[in-house]
């Protein structure tokens, strides 16, 4: 059971805003910075965020990342039908000495 | 362009070691963290551990499979590898393999492997 909750599931119609949330705790979120990643249909995991809110070469400024305490918060702006996709945060903890990935969220586009 | 390709058998019997490995092309095995990452069907992603230091192989588990796994790096074929003893159904997944730039993934695993999927069967 991961460590770092994430809603199951998340919709948004194309051009609309969608936001993930990812709850965690002092010895992951609150002491460390938080990653997101995209996992498109059968493909493998696409680092989209780091450090909290840095995003790689070639991620579009579409895709915003944020933290507050312990919980931290993926935006999409101007959904894409290209989007659909699981959504995982992770971060590492302290007290497991882990890399822990949050539980993902599948986001829909209507 | 760094890229890697993970390699090994699909199928593991109950009570076996699954073995796999993963081949880094396009860029050095070193000064980087080599992680393996596993996906069980339908499930969420679970970080299983890297290794470190080319030269003394430093390693890092997940506390939950420390008891059975082995990282490994071998710098003459520009690999690492994944060793899970004694395997049982829950340990049938996608696994994935990746590189960090940190020991705590603070720019997180910006290279992955497309995936090798195992299933524990008799």
């Known amino acids: 059971q991961s460590v770092l909750t994430q809603p199951p599931s998340a919709s948004g119609t194309p051009g609309q805003r969608v936001t993930i949330s990812c709850s965690g705790s002092s010895s992951n979120i609150g002491s460390n910075t938080v990653n997101w990643y995209q996992q498109l249909p059968g493909t493998a995991p696409k680092l989209l965020i780091y450090?909290?809110?840095q995003r790689p070469s070639g991620v579009p400024d579409r895709f915003s990342g944020s933290t507050s305490g312990t919980s931290a918060s993926l935006a999409i702006s101007g959904l894409q039908s290209e989007e659909e996709a699981d959504y995982y945060c992770a971060a590492w903890d302290d007290s497991l000495n882990g890399y822990v990935f949050g539980t993902g969220t599948k986001v829909t586009v209507l | 362009q760094v890229q890697l390709q993970e390699s090994g058998p699909g199928l593991v019997k109950p009570s076996e070691t699954l073995s796999l490995a993963c081949t880094v092309s396009?860029?050095?095995?070193?000064?980087?963290?080599w992680s393996w990452i596993r996906q069980p069907p339908g499930k969420g992603l679970e970080w299983i551990g890297y290794v470190y230091d080319t030269h003394s192989g430093s390693t890092n588990y997940n506390p939950s499979l420390k008891s059975r796994v082995t990282i490994s790096v071998d710098t003459s074929t520009n690999q690492f590898s994944l060793k899970l003893s004694s395997v049982t159904a829950a340990d049938t997944a996608v696994y994935y393999c990746a590189r960090g730039a940190h020991r705590h993934f603070y720019y997180g695993m910006d290279v992955w492997g497309q995936g090798t999927t195992v299933t524990v069967s008799s």
């Open positions: 396009g860029g050095s095995i070193s000064t980087y963290y």
């Open positions: 450090h909290n809110n």
